[in-house]
Structure formats: structure tokens, C-alpha cells
T-cell receptor, first 113, second 114 residues
Framework: KQEVTQIPAALSVPEGENLVLNCSFTDSAIYNLQWFRQDPGKGLTSLLLIQSSQREQTSGRLNASLDKSSGRSTLYIAASQPGDSATYLCAAIYGGSQGNLIFGKGTKLSVKP | EAGVTQSPTHLIKTRGQQATLRCSPI?????VYWYQQALGLGLQFLLW???????NRGNFPPRFSGRQFPNYSSELNVNALELEDSALYLC?????????????FGPGTRLTVT
């Protein structure tokens, strides 16, 4: 069964700290992995997309890596700010699928001023 | 460029009624996906439409259905509403060229069934 898992479910850090969010997936035959941000009651904002042939992607203070052999992806947030507080979701598209995303349950991040 | 739009923002229905949710994809996108985000269950894939056809559906009963119009907008219908259908329903669109393309999400419709 293709599954995506995110640990921890919640994380609280002081402002300015660098942090890493973890995502693991059960099948190495993924096409890509996408990281999203979701604010309470809102839709999803795409942060980074990593193709299966790539190892990492960067956007501003965000860096996402992908290791297919270990079935893991990480999202690194540098110099965290209170505005980064949100739920972060990772989602995978698997080979043989019809392109629908399989989501983890997310990590709820709280950055304290 | 306008993003994915959804309407209505909120919808309150009574158990047993029908709900209709609408989605307009980004201009040029022909694939539309529907997802359900129920409390405690995470985001789950519902339906995928491409070029006017239903291409795939998730593990949901047949009372969840929909369609895609010639302009690629889409409608999700939920019949015989049950309390557990209360959720945030998200629509996403994607360029049809390759399933590895990025999906872009709308703001969602919050459905409450009482």
C-alpha cells in the first residue's frame, strides 16, 4: 500500500531557529513529491515540487530534499518566523497512478516570537 | 493569472440533501482533481477529470459524483448527504502534459452537514 507519513504531528520552535520537517513514503517508485503549506481553514499553497530525478529544490528560506532509496523527504526552513506557523503537508505521486496526490497528515508548526 | 477558484466558500446542508460544489481551473489546465479533507482523516483523493471524462476515483461511494464541462470547469455532487460528509473539499488543477506536473489548489469549499 502506498502511504505517506509525516512525523512529528506538531512542532513548536522559537523564532529564528532552523528546523527540519520529515516525510517518509513507502514506495520508491514515485514520480515526484510536493510540499504544501496550509493555513487554518484554507486551501493549500504549493511550496516546492521535487521530480524523482532530482535530489533537492530550493525557494528562498526553504529547501526540500528527496532520497528515493531511503523513502524520505525533508523540508528545511531556515531562520523561522512567526509567519511560518501553519500545517505543512507532503504529498507523493506514484508511478502507475493516475496522477492523484497521496498526502501525509501533516506537521503543524508553531513559531513562537 | 487567476488561480483555481471554488464556489461557494461555505455550504450548509441537512442530512439527506444534495450538495453541489464548483471549481474553475487555472486557464490552460485541463485536469481537475477533487480531494476531501475531513477532520482527523487528512486529505483523500476523490475524483479526477480530464478532457471532460472521469479518469479515476478514490475509495468513495457512488453518491459522490461530478462532471467536467467543455471549458474544463468542474462540479462535484454529493447525494444523500451524511453527517460524516462534513469536510473541506479542495479542487486542484494541472496541465495535462504528464502526471508529474505540479497541482495547484483552490481555497476550498467548507461543507457542513447538520
Amino acid at each position: 500500500k502506498q502511504e505517506v507519513t509525516q512525523i512529528p504531528a506538531a512542532l513548536s520552535v522559537p523564532e529564528g531557529e532552523n528546523l527540519v520537517l520529515n516525510c517518509s513514503f513507502t514506495d520508491s517508485a514515485i514520480y515526484n513529491l510536493q510540499w504544501f503549506r496550509q493555513d487554518p481553514g484554507k486551501g493549500l499553497t504549493s511550496l516546492l515540487l521535487i521530480q524523482s530525478s532530482q535530489r533537492e529544490q530550493t525557494s528562498g528560506r526553504l529547501n526540500a530534499s528527496l532520497d528515493k532509496s531511503s523513502g524520505r523527504s525533508t523540508l528545511y526552513i531556515a531562520a523561522s518566523q512567526p509567519g511560518d506557523s501553519a500545517t505543512y503537508l507532503c504529498a507523493a505521486i506514484y508511478g502507475g497512478s493516475q496522477g492523484n496526490l497521496i498526502f501525509g497528515k501533516g506537521t503543524k508548526l508553531s513559531v513562537k516570537p | 493569472e487567476a488561480g483555481v477558484t471554488q464556489s461557494p466558500t461555505h455550504l450548509i446542508k441537512t442530512r439527506g440533501q444534495q450538495a453541489t460544489l464548483r471549481c474553475s481551473p487555472i486557464s490552460g489546465h485541463t485536469s481537475v482533481y477533487w480531494y476531501q479533507q475531513a477532520l482527523g482523516l487528512g486529505l483523500q483523493f476523490l475524483l479526477w477529470y480530464d478532457e471532460g471524462e472521469e479518469r479515476n476515483r478514490g475509495n468513495f461511494p457512488p453518491r459522490f459524483s461530478g462532471r467536467q464541462f467543455p471549458n474544463y470547469s468542474s462540479e462535484l455532487n454529493v447525494n444523500a448527504l451524511e453527517l460524516e460528509d462534513s469536510a473541506l473539499y479542495l479542487c486542484a488543477s494541472r496541465l495535462v502534459a504528464g502526471i508529474a506536473r505540479e497541482q495547484y489548489f483552490g481555497p476550498g469549499t467548507r461543507l457542513t452537514v447538520t
